[in-house]
């Protein structure tokens, strides 16, 4: 059994790990961090995991979690990853990182976030369908929710250069916030609500720039996120306009080669929603073309705490030591 | 033009208060305090009311309130309202106290909430249509909102010595929660849930006890809340256990007989919904009875921050000042 | 008092016509049809105008209606208004229509709704911030709640000629479907979900395309709506491409001087949300811009039933009739 | 492998049937039938089954069926179930009826659901941690989704003969009014409401009185029905008024005794709420306890398509065929 763990275990990504691992066969959670919870039942903070866990919280350092695990997902703020990472690599540990203090080059990473990086270290952006060599990788940075789905549903147009220009106006459950308690999450405020915000600064925007950009340098990309009145789930409307024409089926076919390997891209006739995700590791895409076929609107479905996060963290993970991509994370989506 | 104060003024019963009295014809809010948003706009924290207002928070004692103003509305937590009603009372000014220091005898208060009164008032429990005393009153102890929904849907058969035992199981919106973000209102713990709570010891009880038991002494009474996805609203399900068999048409008659003056009580051949008394200062009453007519369920329907806090606070002030009771209230609800 | 009409009258439109025009000083509702209803109380179908009206649903021809009315509003689908609005305008009625049958030129009507325009004639655009000209109309065509929202949002700057292209991004409560139950607005497929749909075909667009191109002919209008878990209100996210760099305050300004003399416009310094426009006429806007100063985020919010429909007919009924703009309408949002 | 057939396989516990089974180790469903989705795919209509089965649904008789499986679910309205389960039965086909027909004595039904039973025959009602005789049964009457919550709520106390009266508030989420839109279902009509209906006389009552009846023939049962605005879930707030005044921990105790067998119920010391059992087919509860000791409130909470009907099925199967109670079945609430 690999052994896992987990730093930074009390937020929403760590419960989601913890749920996702439940049945895993492969793979056994040994220790989960949280200082603020230390010595308190991961079951008490995380009530669906009650009967699956007997494991308590315990305030450890990075060096005593590597000693007892073969693999560590960081589930903490960006900022604080690249304080336990380093020591994680060098104790011989693969790390799966869901924060954001891998995924951009250090630089970029610097300007995006405004935060000196003090630990640059090497790492595979972890989107599975455009990043095979995660396969090899020691240190994976998991990418971030909204870039998941963006990128997922431009990039194989992208990669033929047909982009011109993307937009991508993206919803989110308010799950994404995170466990604490805030204005924006209060129910009275996001209920019959939708809230958009960072309509043009939101940093997620600079992972899509990198990984459409690493498919052609000079698509102009922009960003605008929302959270709506959901949970979880993240659709992603991406309005793309194209240097040249093309027509319906010639797109069916780049997406249907682009992604012929990929298990969790499904790709539809009909229009993704978020039901049909729910709980899952699925990327649902399908899309429509405007009748002078130069402006195709692609949407894209995620479950953004699964194929968004821990999910995504788990496909890479199997990646990562060999396993079937798909092992523990073959399930049906919780519908309705 | 009625000159109007509100002490506590940045929740949502101080908003719900400006929303009512903006067009009401006889009176103008003069000040609105709040010691946290001192110097504030009004409207940035209470955003519906931009274009309504131009006054802004400020930090006042009671004296300076009591100063300026006919009436003023307390809308401060309980514990609160104590230290400056005795003030406003002596500076002549009318008081609607919306908190709970003054819906109880004092002692039984002191037991319920387990504080010192620190000033005993003789006040007016101002649910109209039980009290037509309010027109006399210069204090008036706002009803709570589980007992205002609770409270009106037994009180005809209370008042004929019908009722066995009493069991309200109340359904809240969340808002009766606060405007403060807490876990209980967290989108992610509210949505796709209903949170049942204290659910043998709230509060309210007292209030339902005493209000029906001053109608009938020997009235047995149990009360549970539970908050469900929803902002506003309060269903309470009463489950009237009565002491002999009686029919349908006898209690239809009970019912009408004893609201036919209430002007917000609407009395339903259905079942209450909460859409069609949203933001209205309506009650909505319907039931079912057993087969054995031993067994009654009726059904309240109310919106907890209309007629379970801010719009009852109107309707009594309406009564205090020899105005029609309707004015400034007399709107349909907002449905769908 | 104004004899009001309503032709279609129970649906969600009607209701809410019924709904504000209860308080209206100088209107009142004298007959409401409804085919499939005739004979029924209004107040049984929409539950909260029970205690504000004793009408009957009625199944009167457009004569019958013309003889008893000063003013009509058809509330009826696209292609059912053109055969009732001649007659109406023939005996001597204004007539606000709140379908899509004389929004756009026949033959653009003809070609966009695939339909043969029975009976042509010349309507106003009742969008009031565009269309002062509707005081002197008798024929108001009531605009289409996207268009609404999307055209206040891009309004100023096209007048300006800076838009090159803009991409409406809209999320609409689900009322807009209307009072009939279908698999869309059925609750396990709309809750924790939202709806993209006629990604790139939705006859709106041909409302935006007209009214904005009458400001600037060249301007490029791409259109894609979406329903999300609300049962009010529309926010629509402009993604605007500026044909010239400019700065926020140059912005502020233009809009600014747009809408001075339009009491239900609101201009922010924060991003609009549909609370605080929830049950009121009001259009709530705001922005951000790209660094780059060549791309502008615009959002607008209104509630679809009110200022995206039957809010924005009684607007345009009160300026036909040489009313104040704002009677009957000069109320706060229901928030929270 | 057990070959399992689903008649009536379009509806939500059809679709649920078929999420749970997808990775069960022991079982391949190899026919769905719907009359009137004949030759569709099953996962157009349940699309979060993509990648998951390619059956077709099929117009089948039931010995069509029979001929094909070693158990089949009979997923069809009440009514319709006495029509195939007799033929099921013959061809030796072990069955569990998910609908009505079964689950109470043939006079009974017939009194409760004012219809004429066709086809009477011996059947185990399906409520596992009451009745350990499933392992031996051929048809299973899979318990009410009510009933299952409610009696597992009340039952160890009932063992005890400590109940006079038992007041059955329950709260569940739309999905138990199946995949049908109606007035109930249109989502402006559930959102920020809750639905009271049927206040005395729905049709579970019958199987709480029996199945409580069984354990203490004396015991009182009153039962209302609501629905909230959840997709899935029920919880159950049971009144139980006592004969004699206990403590809370006797009735810890006793909780704790009855139940210590069955993985499926799990005791908290808090109050259970939806989210941790969503999607999974466990049964929380807890309590709290009137000062006094005679009325205690205790609350159940299970998942109404899983514990409440598809996942009690797959339970029943898994003991029918002597496999481990938890197989296919042992996975964590999807939580938020």
């Known amino acids: 059994m690999i052994r896992a763990g987990i730093i930074g275990a009390s937020g929403y990504t760590g419960g989601e790990l913890m749920r996702l691992l439940a049945n895993h066969p492969e793979v056994e959670v040994v220790c989960a961090t949280s200082r603020r919870l230390d010595g308190t039942q991961v079951s008490q903070n995380h009530p669906h995991l009650r009967s ?16 007892q695990c073969d693999v560590v997902f960081t589930a903490v703020p960006h900022g604080s990853a690249m304080d336990v990472v380093p020591q994680l690599l ?10 954001a ?11 995006v976030y405004g935060l000196e990086h003090k630990a640059p270290r090497d790492a595979v952006f972890g989107l599975v369908e455009l990043h095979p ?10 990418p971030g929710c909204y870039p998941t789905g963006a990128t997922l549903a431009a990039a194989p147009l992208a990669a033929e250069g047909l982009i011109e220009q993307a937009i991508f106006d993206s919803k989110s459950g308010i ?34 720039r990198q990984e459409l950009g690493r498919l052609d340098g000079n698509i102009k990309v922009s960003f605008t996120p929302h959270v709506i009145p959901s949970v979880r789930g993240i659709l992603t409307t991406a309005h793309l306009f194209l240097k ?13 080669r682009f992604y012929k390997d990929n298990p969790f891209i499904r790709l539809l006739d009909s229009i993704p929603m ?19 076929g130069h402006r195709l609107v692609v949407v894209s479905a995620i479950d953004n705490l699964v194929k968004g996060a821990s999910g995504q963290a788990v496909q890479n993970m199997n990646l990562m030591f060999g396993l079937d991509e798909t092992m523990g994370l073959w399930n049906p989506a919780v519908f309705p």
């Open 244 to 256: 040249a024409g093309t027509d319906h089926s010639q797109v069916a076919d780049i997406y249907q």
């Open 52 to 67: 699956f866990t007997n494991l308590k919280f315990q305030n450890l350092d990075a060096g005593e979690v590597a000693g």
């Open 90 to 99: 060098e104790s011989g540990t693969k790390v799966i990182d869901l924060s």
């Open 175 to 208: 799950s994404g916030a995170g466990v604490e308690p805030s204005q924006a999450s209060h129910y009275p405020n996001m209920a019959e609500n939708i809230q958009a915000y960072k309509l043009t600064t939101h940093r997620h925007g600079a992972e899509m």
């Open 274 to 292: 978020l039901g049909p995700v729910r709980g899952s590791n699925f990327c649902d895409i399908g899309f429509e073309m405007d009748a002078d």
């Open 133 to 142: 060599e995660v396969c090899d990788a020691s240190l994976v940075a998991n």
């Open 101 to 111: 203090d891998y995924r951009l080059p250090y630089d970029v990473f610097e300007q």
